[in-house]
């Protein structure tokens, strides 16, 4: 299907060249334009033969010349140029099964897309896509693709996920590797199901497919009170997260030694649920499962220590609070003792937000909702201003979970909310009162 364009830049290449909206993009340089891969990879040449299909139906084609990274200046009606492809899996483990109703719309879309995984970094299941697509991303070289895997024991992968698929689609992890692509593989762990010998057993099948593995990120199953319906699952006892890390720290070795990298890690949330120490931020080597959460909390501790000491402190009197998920809330409290060494008049607090919304099991930050926040600090002396990690809020920066604003809770706490990305010196300047004007929102 070619791609229509709905509006063009003033004055851009497209316009020159008598593009206009409405107008379908049919081909450039021969080959067919059905999305965003597609017309990136074949725009970045300097000389395009594009054949336009006008709204009447006459086609034309046009010759333009352009610089390697000039654009034609073309939008679509969807940034993909296509529609999102969703998840056709019923996983087990599926945390959008798991919302309550009446959320809003967006919140129950599972994306399963690979052009979302090489633009955004988002993770795919590989179960709705076929042989040329892969032939596609080899082609034209899209790389790394991030890949959710569970396990590599086909029959185990079909009952996890729910999708007959399931089993054979994992070829298609060889396939990339075998094709130069590079892979980020997560595997969702949930106890009695894949984990034990089925974990050693993914963990030698997807390993033995490196240097085209990078890395493996294994994270803990989550779980809400909102289960009603579906299958039967539990989360790991603490004694359980600590087995894990000894077994996945035991490969990450073997990988160290084999390969000098570890390539597996546990999240973090394995280390704080055990109660074990998270290693320092060498042992994570340049971090390419952080948005799995794997070293997020070293790197924190190393950026906020590395703030601390390019600071002189001083005697002012700073009055803050952060107010976070119960897990990290340790974490962060060893950050503030830390930077009250240097600053010693400075009242600052932690307060652990219990998540009544999704269940008391989920004790990340990321899923923490406005009411939950409002609930639980309305009646807390929280000093000159709140601060909140940005992963509690959209893209935008501005809507929980529970469609509450910053300026709803702001409001309703009366004090001004600084939104904070996971970056030790972000932390330490809205601790001083140095935010940012458009990160502070004021009452």
């Known amino acids: 299907m070619p791609v229509t364009v709905s509006s063009v ?6 316009e020159k060249n008598g593009i206009e909206p409405g107008d379908k993009i049919v081909t450039i340089n021969g080959s067919e334009i059905n999305d ?24 034309k084609t046009l010759v333009i010349f352009k610089g390697e990274y000039d654009s034609l200046g073309v939008e679509c009606g969807t940034y993909l140029m296509d529609s999102q492809r969703s998840c056709r899996n019923k996983c087990v483990f599926c945390f959008i099964d798991q919302l309550p109703k009446g959320m809003r719309k967006s919140l129950y879309f599972k994306d399963d897309d690979s052009r ?9 299941t590989l179960t709705n896509i076929n042989d040329r697509e892969i032939d596609r991303i080899i082609k034209m070289k899209i790389t790394p693709v991030n890949i959710s895997v569970h396990t590599t024991n086909p029959e185990l992968r079909v009952k996890m996920m729910k999708n007959p698929h399931a089993g054979e689609s994992l070829r298609f992890i060889k396939r990339l590797a075998d094709g130069g692509i590079e892979l980020n593989c997560q595997i969702v762990l949930c106890p009695d199901w894949n984990d034990g010998a089925e974990l050693d057993r993914t963990l030698s099948d997807l390993t033995a497919l490196c240097p085209a593995v990078q890395s493996i990120a294994v994270v803990p199953v989550g779980l809400t009170k909102h289960r009603e319906g579906l299958p039967e699952l539990r989360m790991f006892t603490a004694e359980e997260c600590g087995q894990v890390i000894d077994q996945i720290e035991a490969f990450g070795q073997k990988c ?28 994570y080597e340049d971090y390419a499962q952080l948005e799995n959460g794997v070293g997020m909390v070293a790197l924190l ?5 590395d703030a601390v000491d390019s600071e002189d402190g001083d005697d002012e009197i700073y009055s803050a609070s952060i107010a976070c998920g119960v897990s990290i809330a340790p974490v962060i409290k060893e950050l503030l003792d830390l930077a009250g060494k240097k600053w010693h008049n400075a009242k600052w607090k932690v307060f652990p937000i219990t998540n009544n919304f999704f269940g008391e099991r989920i004790t990340v930050s990321g899923l923490i909702t406005g009411h939950d926040l409002t609930e639980q600090l309305k009646d807390k002396a929280l000093g000159d201003m709140l601060i909140i990690p940005s992963n509690m809020l959209d893209s935008e920066g501005r809507v929980f979970l529970d469609d509450m604003t910053v300026d709803d809770v702001q409001e309703a706490l009366n004090i001004p909310v600084a ?11 809205a601790l001083l009162g140095r935010c940012e004007e458009q990160d502070v929102f004021e009452g």
């Not at 979302?116 to 795919?124: E, K, R």
């Not at 501790?301 to 220590?305: D, I, T, Y």
């Not at 939104?419 to 300047?429: C, K, W």
């Open 9 to 14: 830049q003033i004055r851009g290449l497209a």
């Open 36 to 59: 965003i891969l597609d017309y990136r990879f074949y725009e970045a040449n300097r000389r395009l033969e594009i054949c336009v299909e006008k709204s009447d139906g006459e086609k």
């Open 116 to 124: 979302l995984s090489f633009l955004f970094g988002n993770y795919i």
């Open 256 to 283: 160290l030694e084999k390969f000098g990298s570890r390539i597996v890690y546990p999240s973090d949330e394995f280390y704080l649920n055990a109660g074990r120490e998270i290693h320092c931020d060498e042992y």
């Open 301 to 305: 501790r190393s950026e906020f220590a």
């Open 419 to 429: 939104v904070v990305n996971s970056d030790g010196y972000e932390m330490l300047d």
